[in-house]
């Protein structure tokens, strides 16, 4: 019967395909983790808690939901030049310990304090692992020249060009009393191209992108007792990988109810790092140190993606037209994300996302969301020729709800016509 293939019954078909895809059960991928999928976060996602898979916007249209570009293919969208910063709330509490406490002590020789001041080494570590638990994230993202443009009726393409570069510090309590320092950085430069149309005769838009990525990394993982203040460097290692995502939008699924979903690194998305240069942290050039590289070279090389993939629902809540109200529209929406934003696998309520997208008046947009248990907020204004966005959100770490929260703000400037 005709019935049997119904938009709504062909979504849930493709949903149901998608949570059963036994490759994109729910990963470790950790935010800064050395097989994270490469893409760069939406503020306007981040503030809405990251309920996006079916609010289509250009801004989601790279990286979260390749259908997303069908549904905004009506005028050419471009950005010439933009840049970006994100901190952890905490980032400058440990800069100001390492500054002011650890690394005078690192100087002065962690040996020498056993010996002449045992209490002030105990209360020194007892302070890194307090303020170390939790890791810290310094962000810095750069936008080159991007571009959106319908082509014929149904179609739209977009590509651009994105650079972002993530630090990570964390104090991690081995069970020995020591405490050992987690230092990861990672930088991807990214070139996304995605194309996108939509299905005549039918709700739905598909869209797929596909995504060239050269990284960067380097990590120091070492016991404070063990690092030398004389002769210390950070390796860097590196690797590429071309991935493929696709999506499916549908609109009006009911009256005002559109559905979404998303699968990321459906094919590629492995990296093989390989040794490249040395960073100096001490001021002495040194040597090379071939069994720290070899780890290093160990810990990453070989590392094989597997797809993740995310669902959502949201709702266009009907608006009165009344010339008092200045409101262009209000949509609210909830995602599942089968990633884990940890290095562990996460429950179930991890993976929740819920959003508020309001738009006020023509330039202004706020949005307010719950992820992972943790409150969100942000905003956009869209003036001619420029778009300032910022947002505030929080990232589970831990392998449990409310274990290891991180609080972040992030601010996005840009210059083009959005």
């Known amino acids: 019967m005709a019935a049997a293939y119904t938009p709504m019954r062909l979504f849930t078909l493709l949903v149901t395909l998608l949570v059963l895809l036994p490759a994109a059960q729910a990963q470790g991928f950790g935010a800064l983790q050395q097989d994270a999928r490469p893409h760069v976060p939406a503020l306007e996602a981040r503030a809405m808690g990251g309920a996006v898979a079916a609010v289509p916007s250009a801004e989601t249209a790279f990286f979260y939901n390749p259908a997303h570009l069908a549904r905004v293919r009506d005028r050419l969208r471009f950005t010439v030049v933009g840049a970006g910063v994100g901190i952890s709330n905490d980032v400058g509490t440990k800069y100001r310990f390492w500054r002011d406490e650890l690394d005078p002590a690192i100087e002065e020789g962690l040996d020498d304090i056993r010996e002449e001041d045992y209490e002030r080494l ?30 014929g009726t149904e179609q739209a393409v977009g590509a651009g060009l994105f650079a972002t570069n993530a630090a990570r510090l964390q104090f991690i309590d081995t069970g020995v009393g020591i405490p050992q320092l987690d230092l990861y950085d990672q930088l991807d430069v990214i070139v996304p191209v995605t194309v996108a149309t939509h299905v005549p005769s039918t709700p739905f838009a598909v869209g797929m992108t596909a995504s060239y990525t050269h990284r960067h990394l380097a990590a120091k993982s070492a016991l404070l007792d063990e690092l030398d203040p004389d002769n210390e460097h950070l390796y860097v290692l590196k690797g590429s990988t071309v991935a493929v995502d696709l999506g499916v939008h549908a609109q009006d699924v009911l009256p005002g109810l559109d559905l979404g979903g998303a699968v990321y690194s459906l094919i590629g998305g492995g990296f093989d790092y390989r040794y490249t240069r040395r960073i100096g942290l001490t001021g002495n050039d040194g040597v090379d140190d071939e069994a720290e590289i070899a780890a290093l070279e160990e810990r990453f090389s070989g590392r094989s993606a597997s797809p993740s993939f995310r ?3 949201a709702y266009r809540v009907p608006v009165p037209s009344l010339s008092s109200v200045m409101l262009n529209g209000v949509t609210i929406a909830s995602d599942y994300v089968s990633a884990s934003t940890s290095e562990y696998d996460q429950p179930v309520g991890a993976h929740l996302r819920l959003g508020v997208n309001v738009e006020v008046g023509p330039v202004l947009a706020v949005r307010t969301g719950i992820s992972q248990g943790y409150p969100s907020a942000g905003a956009t204004l869209a003036l001619p020729g420029v778009r300032l966005d910022y947002a505030f959100f929080g990232i589970e ?14 601010l996005v400037l840009r210059f083009g016509m959005f």
């Open 311 to 313: 669902v959502g629902a």
């Open 397 to 410: 770490d831990g392998r449990t709800l409310g274990q290891l929260g991180r609080y972040n703000h992030r």
């Open 122 to 151: 105990i209360a020194l570590y007892d302070q890194a692992l307090d303020l170390g638990r939790q890791q810290s994230v310094a962000r810095a993202t750069a936008y080159g020249p991007s571009v959106q443009l319908g082509v």
